[in-house]
């Protein structure tokens, strides 16, 4: 059996079809909608296949038959009524003021009613007023009421998202000018449908639009964008032959929306196109330092990316003037879900990162923002970061982190208080961990409370606690198990260990109070016993004056 050709940046339905490229039939999905509802709103990751779905729904209700045959919605289709279709494109170009939105939705107008073959003559000057007509001429020139189709509805919003008070706020409500008129027009729409990256709130744009149904957390729509497991085992059967199953769903799988779990297309079809070369396909088409940004300038705690847990409102939409890093991790597909719970009358999510393609990409990013050096520079503190580990030198690894820490430069401390910070320094770390795709466990809990960080890579176990000593000489901690520093039992001196310390300077009277609570306290006590190539307790102590280490203790557990 010959492989189909690669659908790689299509979004044309008849293209598809009728040039014999690899389809995964949506079309089940399409008949639900249509047959149950009528105005109907889905979010998805940018590359997820929103356009494609939307063309095909295009296709439909203009009553393109030949398109369809074979697929699941053939059968089942009334061929003999076609409406007439308006669509709205906002994906291409970047608009930067309302001026330019006015003449983007200007054009679209003049293109659709070209399209609908409508004549303009007498319609309204405003652009409500217009839409309005186009909605009124496209019904009275067919008998039939029109479909309405949106795609990409918030990308001018979000080219605009640093400046949430002037032009992202004027290009909104120039946006909400436009869709305001579908309320209005209800008898004359068989059926609406927008797609978009992010949920802005009703009140900030969907005011009128309070009919609009939103798939984005309906399971029984999990699967309507996206690749599931069967799709790669039938579509793709033929050119995915040989690979290694297990590693590709580690690195591409794990996109969950409340159903079974999907690939993201554009990762699936580059991956095959490149020879099966496991790269970050998807996450290269995208610009994330806008968001990594609002990480840093939140002081957001990088270890808490691994156990965030979001209510749906959080979840469900965000007002540009204030933006919740975590509604955008995720509706931008840097986190997805990984389970929910109901408590106290709420519906909570556990979210986590999809997989190792963003987990690693993203760590990547972080490291660069968070130490202001180039890429090329990262790689080689990478490099000796992974070596000790992965070989259990520890030693080795406090020496790679003193010179990590060294590498930042000064000017990242201007102005600011960050030294002053634990969460920076476990951030730092936290960061460089991720990018080598190590397993991380934060705040890592224990029945005599918890531990900063735990590191597993290759067999072996790091148990870590951080803390700052300021400028007092007094350390702080930075877990949240409500230790008392000034604890006898926290603060002791540690017991003989099979070590060295790694300051010439530190004398064996005078302890390190971060190693000394994960004795006290006994945190690696649950992965004794374990399976392992060594299991180590490292106490790391950072210098807010110094920006780097004051002291590094560790033992084998």
């Not at 029984?220 to 497991?229: E, V």
């Not at 033929?238 to 290694?244: K, P, T």
């Not at 490149?274 to 300038?297: C, D, H, M, V």
């Not at 970061?385 to 990242?412: K, S």
Request: aromatic share 12%; glycine share 8%; charged share 25%.
């Amino acid at each position: 059996m010959t492989a189909r050709k690669l659908p790689i940046g299509l979004q044309t339905f008849s293209e598809i079809i009728e040039q014999g490229y690899a389809y995964v039939d949506k079309t089940a999905h399409a008949w639900a909608m249509v047959s149950q509802g009528k105005s109907y709103f889905l979010s998805r990751p940018r590359r997820f296949g929103k356009s494609l779905f939307l063309d095909t729904l295009k296709e439909l209700f203009e009553g393109s038959e030949a398109l369809f045959r074979g697929l699941y919605i053939h059968e089942r289709w009334d061929w003999s009524r076609r409406h007439p279709v308006i669509r709205f494109d906002f994906s291409v170009g970047v608009l930067r003021n309302r001026e330019e939105l006015d003449q983007r939705i200007d054009w679209l107008l003049r293109d659709n009613a070209r399209r609908l073959g409508l004549i303009e003559t007498e319609w309204g000057a405003d652009i409500p007023g217009r839409f309005a007509e186009l909605i009124q001429a496209a019904r009275a020139a067919t008998g039939q009421p029109v479909v309405i189709l949106v795609d990409e509805y918030d990308k001018p919003i979000l080219d605009n998202i640093t400046d949430p008070t002037g032009a992202g706020a004027e290009i909104r409500e120039g946006l909400k000018n436009l869709y305001s008129v579908m309320k209005g027009h209800d008898a004359d729409i068989r059926f609406v449908f927008m797609t978009g990256v992010t949920k802005f709130s009703k009140v900030s744009l969907f005011s009128g639009l309070n009919q609009l149904e939103d798939l984005t957390l309906d399971e029984r729509f999990a699967t309507l964008c996206g690749y599931t497991q069967s799709d790669l085992e039938t579509t793709f059967g033929e050119h995915l032959r040989g690979v290694d199953w297990a590693r590709l769903k580690q690195w591409y799988n794990g996109y969950g929306f409340l159903g079974e779990p999907v690939y993201n297309p554009f990762d699936i079809l580059l991956f095959i196109a490149k020879g099966q070369r496991f790269r970050p396909y998807w996450f290269e088409t995208g610009n994330p330092s806008f968001l990594i940004e609002l990480l840093r300038a939140r002081r957001t705690f990088l270890p808490s990316l691994e156990t965030i847990e979001a209510s749906e409102e959080i979840l469900d939409s965000f007002d540009i003037e204030r933006i919740d890093p975590v509604t955008l991790l995720f509706q931008t597909g840097y986190l997805t879900i990984a389970g929910t719970r109901d408590s106290f009358g709420q519906w909570l999510f556990a979210l986590r990162v999809p997989n190792q393609e963003v987990r690693q990409a993203l760590a990547n990013h972080l490291v660069d923002a968070y130490t202001d050096r180039l890429p090329s520079e990262r790689l080689s503190w990478q490099q000796a970061l992974y070596d000790c580990l992965r070989g259990g030198d520890v030693e080795g690894l406090i020496a790679a982190i003193r010179r990590l820490f060294a590498g930042i430069p000064w000017r990242n401390f201007t102005n600011n208080d960050l030294p002053e910070s634990e969460g920076y320094y476990a951030s730092v770390l936290y960061a460089f961990f991720a990018s080598l795709n190590a397993e991380i466990i934060p705040e890592d809990i224990s029945n005599q409370g918890q531990v900063d960080l735990t590191i597993k890579l290759e067999g072996y176990i790091y148990v870590i606690e951080i803390k700052v000593r300021h400028g007092s000489g007094s350390a702080s901690g930075l877990s949240s198990d409500g230790t008392d520093r000034n604890d006898p039992e926290t603060s002791a001196k540690p017991k003989r260990r099979r070590s060295g310390k790694t300051d010439a300077k530190q004398t064996k009277e005078s302890a390190n109070p971060a190693l000394a609570q994960i004795r006290a306290r006994d945190y690696s006590a649950k992965y004794r016993g374990l399976p392992n190539k060594g299991l180590f307790e490292l106490g790391l102590v950072f210098d807010s004056r110094t920006r780097n280490l004051a002291q590094a203790d560790w033992r084998v557990a």
